[in-house]
């Protein structure tokens, strides 16, 4: 990066920082610091809502992930509309009306404290580990572009985050994020903008819509349905979408604290609840809008030369390699000899005229998608010899599609506002995933294992310490986030995916099996969760059913356990 980069990175960044611990003059007890005295109007629920779940894996990776695999991912998203409406109808009144921190307070209210802590345990097991990869994502910027030790990296994302999420909890958190968000939107434009500036001048934005359909980019709905019948390990469908989404929707805005803390700030019911329903009316198109960046970057990249492996890192390591310094020669320029050519096809196919040869224009589409295959073949050997023993790194390279585009293409100073862009879209999920892990920590677990009542200041002093613990935590787990083998934001749903069913399965045997109680739904709750794990290390099943089979398979453990356990059930409202 140049100098003007630097400026506009830092200046923004300090920025942040500064509002921050200036927003963080809260109430020094529990209600002030993690639900900001009930006072947030619904835009701040909805900014706080879509800032904790759009972190910087969905800026830096969804990209990456349009480009490598389509638009199918925005399926992944289908069922969450459905899901808002679900929590608001059912769920966030009774967070209201019981006026609890955390969601799991209500566990114990229904069942026991046993299952509140279990509950809450898996929680804070699936979101610090998540979080955890959420700090990584930024720092592989740095560590790709500067070669910093990544472990450093971390330390220093992670410590200036920690600086005002310590200081001024779920209040800062909730202004900063409207911030971030207006900078990220008007980043994310600019980028999208760029892309298509950038193409050649008789290529507009229609054109490169066309290349990409023609190469199977546009693929937004998708059946999952094959010769064979219905492909169970297909990661995006509509049928996975809208039922698994459904599920994990249900659960992460519903039963997951780093969401359900983020409306529990609103200052009634009626701001929770349009909050929820204008998040799940605005996700989609937001997303889509993302997913789409990375198709227009691999149109883009048809028309200009692409690396065949966009970590430079990786690559001059295996430059270095004697073993596949000439191999890696020849393969590249193999690989430039197959762009060579698909620029030649792809500018003809451009140039067709609606009223010409329509057969011609599909023949050349054709040779379009065969010299795209020879390209990925030769990007696949590239990330075998990547992967061997001899290197060791980290073959998956989509993490890094976006990044590089935006390096080496778009103007001094847009490249460093969009790499502050992926900064603060990490920091205000990042914060608001430390809130809700502290949260969950001193009142689900420290304040329910402490006999004497803690006062207010022994409260705040606690929730600060809980929460720079759990910061110290994610830096440490961000530390070993790397060569997870997926793209980041497919490795937080799938982490996210083998607890979310589980612990909506309690919930909804809370609210609606009436006749079971703690002992039954506790043995369900493990039993649920050893069946999810199973499913993940030995079947292929993709990861978004694993919300629909852990909920349906704690529930039904449950009540065929209530049938031989007696024992009274606690019923909460009438």
Known sequence: MKTADWIVLAATLCAIIIYGVYKSKATKDLDGYFRGNQSMPWYLILLSIMGTQASAITFLSAPGQAYSDGMRFVQYYLGLPIAMVVICAFLVPVYHKLNVFTAYEFLEKRFDKRTRVFTAFLFLVARGLSTGISIYAPSIILSSLFSWNIYFTNVVMGGLLIIYTVTGGAKAVAFTQQIQFAIIFIGMFLAGYMVVHLLPDNVGFIDALKISGEMGKLNVVTTGITEKGFDWSDKYNIFSGIIGGFFLSLSYFGTDQSQVGRYLTAKSMKESRTGLLMNGLVKIPMQFLILLIGVLVFSFYQFYKAPVFFNETQITELRNAPIYTDSLKNLEAKYAEIQTQKKELVTQYVAFSEDENQAEKKQIAGKLLELEKSSKEQRSIVKSWISSDTIKGDANDSNYIFLRFVIDFLPTGLVGLLIAIIFLAAWGSIAAALNSLASSSIIDLHQ??????????????????????????????????????????????????LFYGTILGVFITALWLKRVGGKAIFSATLLGQIIVLLLYAFTPISFLWYNVIGCFAVMLVALILSTFQKEKSHQLFT
């Open 448 to 497: 329910s294992f402490k006999k004497e009542k803690m006062n207010d200041a022994s409260n705040f002093w606690w929730s600060r310490f809980y929460t720079l613990l759990w910061g110290i935590f994610c830096v440490f787990i961000a530390c070993f986030a790397h060569n997870i083998g997926n793209s980041l934001i497919e490795a937080v749903n799938v982490l996210g995916s």
